[in-house]
């Protein structure tokens, strides 16, 4: 029997880890299930060519150019007219990294041509156009 007419119950000193455990499995297959989805990015159908592959040490800037002739840079998308206008401020920090150009296969060559114009008017110095390898 307690003294003081308590119940003759001690503190526990370990820790429950069984909810921790469960919310991070939870949490876990949450990330896994979000994380292809937020680099999906924007569907294109790239040409094909029998081009080497990109060095992938290198951090590049992509554009895509989608088969609306939307110019997308990030989660952002412009008409040509706008892209023209406004890329002189977007890649005037580049530091002479080169900018890839993802074009829709589908779309008419001008637009991509267009976007070339526009980023050599804007100072930047190396782009490249990217596709799919060749099927054997």
Request: hydrophobic share 45%.
């Amino acid at each position: 029997m307690a003294i003081n007419g308590g119940s003759d119950r001690r503190m526990m000193s370990e820790i429950n880890v069984t909810p921790l455990v469960d919310v991070m499995l939870v949490l876990l297959i949450v990330f896994m299930v979000t994380a292809p989805m937020l680099q999906a990015g924007i569907d294109v159908q790239l040409p094909r060519a029998g081009a080497a592959p990109l060095d992938k040490g290198e951090r590049a800037v992509t554009i895509t150019v989608d088969r609306d002739g939307m110019i997308h840079l990030n989660r952002h998308a412009f008409t040509v007219g706008e892209f023209r206008k406004r890329a002189p401020t977007l890649f005037s920090e580049l530091g002479g990294r080169p900018v890839y150009i993802r074009g829709d296969s589908r779309i008419s060559y001008g637009v991509v041509i267009s976007a070339m114009a526009s980023l050599k008017a804007a100072g930047v110095e190396r782009v490249g156009l990217v596709t799919e390898p060749e099927r054997d």
